[in-house]
């Protein structure tokens, strides 16, 4: 007689077939999650999926990688692209912002995407506040900058997908490690006890980190099992686009003052 092919069975052959999405692996972890009340494991897939742009939650730090910011426009009849923007090319108030780390938000499957069309060539990556900021650069300057943007080389995308994978193949183990002979699917403990030992951030409108000790009990015996999670406070980029948006309209009454002046 066939035995019936857990949950966990079906995630680990997806996770450790290098072939397969993530998208479609981190909905199974969903279900999972579902399956076993663990409210953290299912809102560290969701926002996975969904991305992190948009929301307070934190990106991971294994979601920031390095990569050159660089603009295209004109300097007279000089056209140039791809050119590299230094320190003192950016507004103060833009700086820690807008440096040569990429916070990457987008979700696991649009990544994917991006990976699929760049056939091999850097992507352009831009940040919300990028278009306003080229507006800033060009005031008072010869330079027309016309667009801002990271230029990201499509391996600095798939080590972000590697990290989420590999995060993904020790939950699993975590797991496997948890759970008795013949045991199907984990127990709400045994999960919380494999998160413990996984770096991931999860939570909704806050930072929690799943560090907590977890007592499970081995086949025999009893334990308890405690999840205490820590909450960061976290000032999102729209108080930086407000600080554009009103440098953007000081530059215009200005420029309108002059005018009438």
Same mark, same amino acid.
């Given at each position: 007689?066939r &035995?019936?092919?857990s949950?966990?069975?079906r995630?680990e052959?997806d996770?450790?077939?290098?072939?397969?999405? &993530?998208?479609?692996v981190?909905?199974?972890v969903?279900a999972l999650?579902?399956h076993?009340?663990?409210?953290p &494991?299912?809102?560290?897939?969701?926002?996975e999926?969904?991305?992190y #742009?948009?929301s307070?939650?934190?990106?991971?730090?294994y979601? =920031?990688?390095s990569?050159?910011?660089?603009?295209?426009?004109?300097?007279? +009849?000089?056209?140039f692209?791809? *050119?590299p923007?230094?320190t003192f090319?950016l507004?103060?108030?833009?700086?820690?912002? +807008?440096g040569?780390?990429?916070?990457?938000?987008?979700g696991?499957?649009q990544? #994917?995407?991006?990976?699929? =069309?760049?056939a091999?060539?850097?992507?352009?990556?831009?940040?919300? +506040?990028?278009?306003?900021?080229?507006v800033? +650069?060009?005031q008072?300057?010869? =330079?027309?900058?016309?667009?801002?943007? %990271?230029?990201?080389?499509?391996? @600095?995308? #798939?080590? !972000?997908?590697? *990290?989420?994978r590999?995060?993904?193949?020790?939950? !699993?183990g975590?797991?496997?490690?948890t759970?008795?002979?013949? *045991?199907?699917?984990?127990?709400?403990a045994?999960?919380?006890?494999?998160? *413990?030992?996984?770096?991931?951030?999860?939570g909704?409108n806050?930072?929690?980190t799943?560090?907590?000790p977890v007592a499970v009990?081995?086949?025999?015996?009893? @334990?308890?099992? #405690?999840?205490?999670?820590?909450?960061q406070q976290?000032?999102? =980029?729209?108080?930086?686009? %407000?600080?554009v948006?009103?440098a953007? &309209?000081?530059?215009? !009454?200005?420029?309108?003052w002059s005018? %009438?002046?």
């Open positions: 007689m &035995l019936r092919r949950r966990l069975d995630l052959a996770v450790l077939d290098e072939r397969r999405p &993530l998208a479609p981190l909905r199974q969903i999650g579902g076993a009340h663990s409210d &494991l299912r809102a560290w897939a969701l926002r999926l969904r991305g #742009e948009g307070d939650v934190p990106i991971p730090d979601r =920031r990688i990569a050159p910011l660089v603009m295209d426009g004109f300097a007279g +009849m000089y056209q692209k791809e *050119q923007v230094s090319d507004p103060d108030f833009a700086r820690d912002d +807008m040569n780390e990429l916070r990457l938000g987008k696991v499957g990544i #994917e995407a991006l990976i699929a =069309r760049s091999g060539q850097t992507v352009q990556l831009g940040d919300v +506040m990028a278009a306003d900021l080229a800033l +650069m060009s008072n300057s010869r =330079r027309q900058v016309l667009q801002l943007y %990271w230029a990201v080389h499509p391996s @600095a995308l #798939e080590g !972000v997908l590697d *990290q989420v590999t995060r993904l193949v020790q939950l !699993v975590e797991l496997r490690a759970m008795s002979d013949g *045991q199907h699917d984990p127990t709400p045994q999960v919380a006890q494999a998160l *413990q030992n996984i770096n991931i951030a999860t909704d806050s930072s929690v799943v560090t907590a009990a081995h086949r025999h015996g009893s @334990a308890r099992a #405690e999840i205490t999670g820590g909450s976290t000032f999102p =980029r729209a108080a930086v686009t %407000w600080t948006s009103i953007l &309209l000081a530059a215009v !009454v200005a420029t309108a005018v %009438w002046l």
